[in-house]
């Protein structure tokens, strides 16, 4: 424990006393303050009451308006330095002012926030500048302020606002760069010639079309809901009821995209066009016209699905006709044990595709090792590869697919399909994206969704599918594979050539190869049952 001498300790007993001292003699100055203040109430209320005596009277100062403005004066000299002590302050005013009415107007200044005080001692440690300054502009006292003002002043305030309006404001260059930058967003959104022949193409016919769906889907749910003889002016759906459909199994998946309606037993939709105006009664016209009511808009005629159970080697593709679209979907030998037979890599270069088309566009499934050997088939088909679509392969979660069942080094999560073209045929372009996101299904059943890309491609025209099976087929489109449920041909020129060439529906005239392995074989021959 460190030791200190007399001298020491008789220099913290005399700064321990003054500060006891400092501090009696201020709880007495209030004290007064107090007593003279009651005094003063007392005596405007009328009340009367005991007479303050002399010594205390003469003890509490009585402050002054005119300390009280030359001292707002001395704090907005901005070459004061803190801290002031009140004698200092006394000084400065230059005036016979008693240092305790000083001290008073000090506390009464303090008590407004106006400055900062001493504990103990009447001692100006800071000033409020914002404060005093709105003070002094409210009585009217004008403080001595250098060119540029102090901190917070208003001088000071106006050259601030004036460098910060400089410093927001943009210069030449800065104008032009945002002009320029203007002029080319307005360039860039400006849709070019193409572009509006585009849309004017494929834009719907009598301008847009566009209405809100009605959340009842049918008009007979809607009047019901809103207890009225008509439906709401929203678009509306129109139930279609078959002699297959089960109304039990609920509304289909596809909705209006379906392309088994005449065989799904769950119940689909259209748009009903119908009014809810009362029907006029048919009246007999002279003229001998009909009465009926107006059909409905005709729809766009769709060929039935067609399919022909072959070995698609030996079968001669010719007596078809010609296509707009091949898509084929070929079993390549990957080097990998597979539920179904392979085609040997010179089997499927010689396989007479060209035959199929004079123009138009092959869809090429391939997979794994199978890259390079589809672009020499294409070159030897007599195709040019223009494009590729790629499909992501998903689970029923819509998450990616991780554990492929392709891959020898890493697991497939997608399949690439080539686009390989000859000739110059009619096309729709730039509609579709090149990426189908869709769920993975049982072994090899490519997404639906490529279809609806090919039809929007080349609407309308002949297609035919190579290495099908029953979920393959689709409207306008011809399917070939031998797993299969027999001939289906609905098209009499096609049918005739057909039936011409193979009377007796014999399609394998030679022999197929043996030892394709365990289970069903796509697309390879096997005897018919």
């Known amino acids: ?218 008009k007979e749910q809607c009047r019901r809901e809103r207890g009225s003889s008509k439906a709401c002016g929203k678009l509306h759906f129109r139930r279609i009821i078959q002699i297959h459909t089960d109304e039990s199994l609920g509304d289909c998946s596809f909705l209006n995209t379906c392309f088994h309606m005449e065989t799904c037993k769950f119940v689909h939709y259209e748009i009903d066009n119908t009014t809810d105006e009362p029907k006029p009664v048919p009246r007999p016209l002279k003229t001998g016209k009909s009465t009926a009511p107006l059909s409905l808009q005709p729809r766009t005629k769709l060929v039935p699905p067609q399919w022909v159970n072959c070995d698609l080697r030996y079968f001669d593709v010719s007596v078809l006709g010609k296509f707009s679209v091949i898509m084929a979907d070929p079993p390549w030998d990957i080097h990998m044990e597979l539920p179904y037979g392979t085609m040997q890599d010179d089997e499927m270069r010689t396989m007479n595709i060209s035959v199929l088309q004079d123009e138009g566009y ?55 399909c080539l686009v390989g073209m000859k000739g110059n045929p009619p096309t729709n372009r730039c509609i579709d994206c090149d990426v189908i996101v869709a769920e993975v299904r049982e072994t090899s059943h490519k997404p639906d969704e490529l279809y609806g890309v090919i039809e929007r491609l080349t609407p309308g025209t002949r297609k035919i599918e190579l290495f099908g099976r029953a979920h393959n087929c689709q409207p306008n489109w011809m399917t070939l594979g031998n797993q299969l449920d027999g001939i289906h041909i609905i098209e009499p020129d096609i049918a005739a050539s057909f039936w011409a060439k193979y009377p007796n529906g014999e399609l394998d005239t030679m022999r197929p190869r043996p030892n394709f392995g365990p289970g069903p074989v796509r697309g390879v021959g096997q005897p018919p049952l």
Not at 78 to 95: G, H, N, Q, R
Not at 158 to 174: F, G, H
Not at 377 to 400: A, P
């Open 1 to 218: 424990m460190p030791m200190h001498g007399p001298g020491v300790r008789s220099a913290m007993f005399s700064n321990t006393w003054s500060e006891i001292q400092a501090l009696r003699r201020n709880q007495s100055a209030l004290r007064r303050q107090l007593k003279r203040r009651r005094w003063e109430r007392q005596r405007a209320l009328g009340g009367g009451g005991e007479e303050l005596p002399e010594e205390e009277a003469a003890g509490i100062p009585s402050l002054k308006p005119s300390v009280e403005r030359k001292l707002l004066e001395l704090f907005l000299n901005p070459t004061l330095e803190f801290p002031l002590p009140a004698a200092t302050l006394c000084s400065k005013i230059k005036d016979t002012i008693d240092q305790l009415v000083v001290a008073e107007t000090l506390r009464k200044l303090a008590s407004q926030d106006l400055l900062e005080l001493h504990a103990t001692e009447p001692l100006v440690l800071s000033v409020n500048i914002d404060r005093l300054s709105a003070l002094a502009e409210g009585v009217g006292v004008a403080g001595k302020e250098e060119p540029g003002g102090p901190p917070g002043s208003k001088r000071h305030r106006s050259l601030t606002e004036e460098i910060e309006w400089l410093l927001s404001t943009p210069s030449v260059r800065e104008t032009e760069n945002k002009k320029m930058g203007a002029e080319i967003l307005e360039l860039l959104n400006t849709k070019s010639v193409m572009e509006q022949l585009m849309v004017e193409k494929f834009q719907s016919a009598g301008g847009s079309q566009l209405r809100e769906f009605c959340s009842h889907k049918t």
């Open 362 to 416: 092959l869809f090429l499934w391939i997979t794994g090792r199978a890259m390079e050997l589809a672009r020499d088939c294409l070159t030897l088909w007599g195709y040019e590869r223009v494009d590729e679509l790629v499909w992501v392969k998903t689970n029923q979660l819509q998450r990616l697919i991780r554990t492929g069942r392709t891959g020898h080094w890493i697991n497939h999560g997608k399949e690439h």
